[in-house]
């Protein structure tokens, strides 16, 4: 089975600046990275796939790079809507989450 | 718009039965793959299950092999979790999601709650 390590797993940033998340496996996964946000009470939702490309509706701010075992998820201001809990997936070999990544406000 | 409607999800003694479906709409129900996630309360996603998009395909975790069954009618643009001999380790939400081009989940139903408990 895959291992997907996320880090940190608390990252505390104020409105308007940066946000960086990392996300590792355990082995290469290639591309067949995919990356959801999920709000208190709701389902999942598919923010970026194939590591890099924004799923429909996501705004430009957010923006996912890597390849093979070394992955970022990277908002660029943030907003109030934007904090939340972000997991990272792999399905290159059947699919496997990370542990999460909370986004709190600071 | 795509939806996806999960139902069934109710308290059950540990060792019963339990039916899950989920209602599609606002695709071509049977041009996809479909799976199924849980989410124990306060933890992360697991995958359950997947069925290919005519039903012949299916897979399983090694955790509910020979207890859970998946299906699907697309006459019915409906998806099933059949879960069997349940413990309380099953416990968690349950999530319909479809499939997008590559494997990953593009749609996320609201999510069905299962409790095991007695």
């Known amino acids: 089975e895959i291992v997907m390590t996320q880090s940190p797993a608390t990252l505390s940033v104020s409105p308007g600046e940066r946000g960086t998340l990392s996300c590792r496996a355990s082995q290469s996964v290639s591309s067949n990275l995919a990356w959801y946000q999920q709000k208190p009470g709701q389902a999942p939702r598919l923010l970026i796939y194939g590591a890099s490309t924004r799923a429909t509706g996501i705004p430009a701010r957010f923006s996912g790079s890597g390849s093979g075992t070394e992955f970022t998820l990277t908002i660029s201001s943030l907003k109030s809507e934007d904090f939340a809990v972000y997991y990272c997936q792999q399905y290159d070999n059947w699919w496997t989450f990370g542990q999460g990544t909370k986004v709190e406000i600071k | 718009e795509v939806q996806l409607v999960e139902s069934g999800g109710v308290v059950v003694q540990p060792g019963g039965s339990l039916r899950l479906s989920c209602a599609a709409s606002?695709?071509?129900?049977?041009?996809?793959?479909m799976y199924w996630v849980r989410q124990a309360p306060g933890k992360g996603l697991e995958w359950v299950s997947l069925?290919?998009?005519?039903?012949?395909?299916?897979d399983y975790v090694d955790s509910v092999k020979g207890r859970f069954t998946i299906s699907r009618d697309n006459s019915k643009n409906s998806l099933y979790l059949q879960m069997n001999s349940l413990r309380a380790e099953d416990t968690a939400f349950y999530y319909c999601?479809?499939?997008?081009?590559?494997?990953?989940?593009?749609?996320w139903g609201q999510g069905t709650l299962v409790t095991v408990s007695s």
């Open positions: 069925i290919s998009w005519d039903g012949g395909s299916t």
């Open positions: 606002g695709f071509t129900f049977d041009d996809h793959a």
């Open positions: 999601a479809k499939a997008g081009s590559s494997g990953y989940y593009d749609y």
